[in-house]
C-alpha cells in the first residue's frame, strides 16, 4: 500500500471475492432479499463505495447503510380484496456498540437500552455474532373507541453467525486470539401471524357505521414468532 497502483490491485482482488461471494450464496436468494446492511467489516474502493455496495449492485437489491429506517408493507387478499394488514417499522443496524466477550443478559440489555427513543416493531442487530430472538411488547391505548390497554408486539434479533470460532481444521482465529465464547451458527426466523378475535362492542360500532354508509373497521391483529 505504499504507492497508488496497490490500491488498484486490492480493490481488483476484493471485487473478484466479491463476485465469488455473490455467486456461491446470494445469487439464488436475491430475489428475497430486501437489502444488504452494512458491517463493520468492510472494504472502501477508491471510489469510496464499499464492498457491501458492490454486493448490492451485483444483486440488484437497496443498499440499507447504518442505521437501516424501513417500512415493511405486508399485503393480504382477503375475499376479493387486496389489504394492507399492517405496515411493520423495522430498525437495523450492525450493533458495532458493544464486543462479543459480554454475558447474552448484557447482550439483550445492550440492544434493550439501544432502543430507547426508536419507536419501531421490529429491531435486527447482529455483529456480537449471537444467535436470540426475544419478545419486549409495549402497552398503548387506542386513539378512538373504547378505553382500554392494547398491548403491541415488538420483537429484538440478533442475527447469529456462519462461522466456527473454534475449529481444529481452521486457523486461528479472532475468537482464538480474544478467547471468546463459542457462538451458536444459523440465523434467526421471524414469523408473523395475523389474526382476528370477535370484540361484540367493536362490531356493534362497525355494523352502525356501515348503516351511515362508511366502511367497517378492521379488527385484524397480529403476533410474531420467533425460530432458530
Not at 46 to 71: E, G, H, I, S, W
Not at 210 to 222: F, L, P, Q, R, T
Amino acid at each position: 500500500m505504499a504507492d497508488d497502483n496497490s490500491f488498484r490491485e486490492l480493490d481488483s482482488m476484493v471485487k473478484s471475492e466479491a463476485i465469488k461471494f455473490y455467486t456461491n450464496y446470494l445469487k439464488r436468494i436475491s430475489p428475497k432479499l430486501l437489502g444488504l446492511a452494512e458491517g463493520n467489516h468492510y472494504h472502501e474502493f477508491q471510489n469510496q463505495c464499499t464492498d457491501t455496495q458492490f454486493l448490492c449492485d451485483l444483486a440488484q437489491v437497496p443498499y440499507l447503510d447504518k442505521p437501516c429506517f424501513m417500512r415493511l408493507t405486508v399485503k393480504a387478499k382477503v375475499g376479493d380484496t387486496l389489504r394492507t394488514m399492517k405496515v411493520f417499522k423495522v430498525l437495523i443496524h450492525h450493533g458495532d456498540w458493544s464486543g462479543g466477550n459480554s454475558r447474552i443478559g448484557g447482550d439483550v440489555t445492550s440492544a434493550e437500552n439501544k432502543a430507547l427513543g426508536f419507536d419501531f416493531d421490529i429491531y435486527i442487530f447482529s455483529h456480537t455474532h449471537r444467535l436470540w430472538g426475544m419478545h419486549i411488547p409495549s402497552l398503548t391505548i387506542p386513539s378512538n373507541g373504547q378505553l382500554k390497554v392494547v398491548e403491541r408486539p415488538r420483537v429484538f434479533i440478533r442475527s447469529g453467525c456462519f462461522m466456527t470460532g473454534y475449529d481444529e481444521k481452521c486457523q486461528k482465529s479472532y475468537a482464538h486470539k480474544k478467547l471468546l465464547p463459542p457462538t451458536e451458527l444459523g440465523y434467526c426466523r421471524l414469523g408473523i401471524q395475523f389474526y382476528r378475535e370477535h370484540d361484540k362492542e367493536r362490531w356493534t360500532e362497525a355494523k352502525k357505521r356501515i348503516g351511515e354508509g362508511a366502511s367497517g373497521a378492521s379488527n385484524w391483529k397480529y403476533k410474531f414468532s420467533v425460530k432458530y
